[in-house]
């Protein structure tokens, strides 16, 4: 690889760093081609970014940007993925069953880890809580209907009762 196309790698990777809220890093263990490109493609649909560069490259990168704690974890083949939704790639990463391959990275600046990334797994997405909160909603005039329907029941058997006793 000549320093051009060295220079061209760093250029890329400092770019996606700049241009993306987070960086995640997740082992490059047992993937075959056709499973890169899969991931690659669940990936484009977030627009997320996702890199296979050289360590010695990626860590002249992290050590001018604030994440300088993803250092640690450039050991081995790494596969770098940038994203601005993070919760939406690591459930996208767990769909395809490589979310216990991510190793840490960075959100907004701030470190995590495989325990940090296991609780955010369980975050709810933006489509997500707004189904809920739709889904709440529905569930009220129903709530409501049945409320009025009861009522008038009610007052029939009130005065029923009333009546029949006398």
């Known amino acids: 690889m000549n320093k051009s196309h060295k220079k061209e790698i760093i250029e890329n990777y400092t770019?996606?760093?700049?241009?993306?809220?987070?960086?995640?890093l997740m082992k490059n263990i047992g993937f075959s081609a056709s499973h890169m490109v899969e991931l690659r493609r669940l990936l484009n649909r977030n627009d997320d970014k996702c890199l296979v560069v050289k360590n010695s490259l990626a860590k002249r990168v992290i050590t001018t940007i604030a994440a300088?704690?993803?250092?640690k974890f450039l050991r081995g083949q790494i596969i770098t993925i940038f994203s601005n939704e993070p919760v939406s790639t690591i459930k996208v990463l767990g769909q395809f069953d490589a979310q216990d391959l991510l190793i840490g990275g960075t959100?907004?600046?701030s470190s995590i880890d495989k325990k940090r990334i296991s609780v955010i797994s369980k975050f709810?997405?933006?489509?997500e809580v707004r189904?809920?909160?739709?889904?709440s909603f529905k569930r009220i005039p129903m709530k409501i209907l049945d409320a009025q329907r009861q009522?008038?029941?009610?007052?029939?058997?009130?005065?029923k009762n009333r009546f029949i006793k006398n």
Not at 124 to 127: F, H, N, Q, R, T
Not at 131 to 135: G, N, T, Y
């Open 15 to 24: 770019s996606n760093t700049q241009n993306h809220t987070s960086v995640l």
């Open 68 to 71: 300088k704690d993803l250092q």
């Open 107 to 109: 959100i907004e600046g």
């Open 124 to 127: 709810l997405l933006k489509d």
């Open 131 to 135: 189904h809920r909160i739709s889904s």
């Open 151 to 159: 009522v008038p029941m009610k007052i029939i058997q009130t005065i």
